[in-house]
Nanobody, 125 residues
Framework: VQLQASGGGLAQAGDSRRLSCSASGRAFISYTVAWFRQAPGKAREFVSAVKYGVGTTYYGDGVKGRFTISRDNDKKVVYLQMNSLQPEDTAVYYC???????????????????WGQGTLVTVSS
C-alpha cells in the first residue's frame, strides 16, 4: 500500500486542523493506520491509530481529548482531526500502515512497514 499525507500548514494556538492520509492499493480495510509525529530535535512519537476492520481507535497521552482519528474504507482515507492545537503540537506528521497489526503493537513504529512522506504542522502561540 502507498500512503500520502496531506493537510499540514500553519495554525495558531487553539485552532483546528484536519490531516488526511490517502492510500492506494488493495485491501485497505486490513490495515491498521497510525499517525506519528516528529518535532524538531526530538524522536518520532506515536499520536493515534485506527485498527483494521472494526476501527478501534488509540491515542497518545498528549493528544487524548483533542485529536480524533477516523477512517473511510470506501475512500481509503484516514483522517486526523486536531482541535485545540498547541505550539507543542508542531511537528512533521507521518501516517503509517501495517496489515493485521496486533493490538499490543499499535504504538510501536517498528511494526509499521508502509509510511507516507510526512506533512508539517506548525502551531504558533
Amino acid at each position: 500500500v502507498q500512503l500520502q499525507a496531506s493537510g499540514g500548514g500553519l495554525a495558531q494556538a487553539g485552532d483546528s486542523r484536519r490531516l488526511s492520509c490517502s492510500a492506494s492499493g488493495r485491501a485497505f480495510i486490513s490495515y491498521t493506520v497510525a499517525w506519528f509525529r516528529q518535532a524538531p530535535g526530538k524522536a518520532r512519537e506515536f499520536v493515534s491509530a485506527v485498527k483494521y476492520g472494526v476501527g478501534t481507535t488509540y491515542y497518545g497521552d498528549g493528544v487524548k481529548g483533542r485529536f480524533t482519528i477516523s477512517r473511510d474504507n470506501d475512500k481509503k482515507v484516514v483522517y486526523l482531526q486536531m482541535n485545540s492545537l498547541q505550539p507543542e503540537d508542531t511537528a512533521v506528521y507521518y501516517c503509517a500502515a501495517a496489515s493485521f497489526l496486533h493490538d499490543d503493537y499499535y504504538n510501536y513504529e517498528q511494526y509499521y512497514n508502509f509510511w507516507g512522506q510526512g506533512t508539517l504542522v506548525t502551531v504558533s502561540s
